[in-house]
């Protein structure tokens, strides 16, 4: 009996070692652990230690949406509708292809209270109330408030009380300078990168703000580069009414769309609530595509993510990338 435990225990180690990728092959994304027993002791104790082989397996996994050319949602494509790029080159493999509606919901609402927002700030306290009441899922989604002008303060944890997050939000008081990159680099890197899961979620960050930044102490390439690594998906919503295009909406347009969202210009206060039923549709309206990416190196770089559609007049909307981890 003693030496059939050595002999499989024998075959499985030598099995496992034989797997591990040879001198000078490119590692993987990330480490997948699993276990067999170590040769036993003379005693045959089954306390004996345990043996740990860890396999490096790369995945990227991406969140994406598709629209006609009149900006409506294409529900029923399937995977050979599109063409995936990693890093310029076609995907070594595509692991998974799906149509996401149900996906738990992690999210940050970001509410402007600087005093440039003052002349609108009741409507869009009550509009972003609304909104949360529409698309929280008791059980099973999450949201925290936060709200910022020169610095930033979370007004509400995270939680799927609606009333909770009412209250945050009615409490937040305008006036001071705005820190709106500092209050993106906070509510990603503080909040929702610290949120990792093994089961797939959604995370994004809703901001309502008129985009001027003058307090930050971080630049808006990092806001967005701790956007891509938290793997998060902002929508913005401006809060200027002056009918132009300022530079506070570049700003949201540029950061939104670095991440896979959309930022959205309401000039008529009924419009803000349009632009919530909007984002509320994207983010019941999603595919997700998962892969393995060719000529991989765990090396800490950005890769970048190009998905087109074959067919035409069709329109994707993904974050531009992601950043590798280090091996």
Known sequence: MKYTTYL?????????????????????AAYVAGTVSALPAANDDPQDSILTIRKRVDEVNVLFIATDKRGRFVRNLSQTD????????????????????????????????????????DFEQDAATSFMQHIIRTGFDKVFVMGFNGHQQVAQDFTDNILLLSQAVHSLRD???????????????????????DRPQRRAVVILSDGDDNQSEHTQAQAIEMAQRAEVIIYAISTDDSGL????????????????????????MKDIKNSFTAIEDELRSQYVVSYHPADFDADGRYRSIEISALKKDLQVRARKGYYAPRQ
């Open 8 to 28: 499989f225990c024998l075959v499985a180690v030598t099995m496992a070692l034989a797997s591990q990728p040879a001198v000078g092959q490119t590692p993987s």
């Open 82 to 121: 599109f063409n995936f790029l990693d890093d310029h080159k076609p995907v070594q493999s595509i692991v998974n292809f799906r149509r996401e509606t149900d996906l738990p919901l992690k999210m940050g609402l970001l509410v402007d209270v600087s005093g440039s927002v003052h002349t609108r700030f």
């Open 245 to 268: 295009i300022l530079r506070g909406d570049k700003n949201l347009e540029k950061i939104a769309e670095a991440t896979g969202g959309r930022a959205f210009f309401p000039f008529k």
């Open 175 to 197: 006036g001071g300078g705005t820190a709106l990159y500092d209050a993106i680099y906070h509510a990603c890197h503080d909040k929702l990168l610290k949120e990792q899961s």
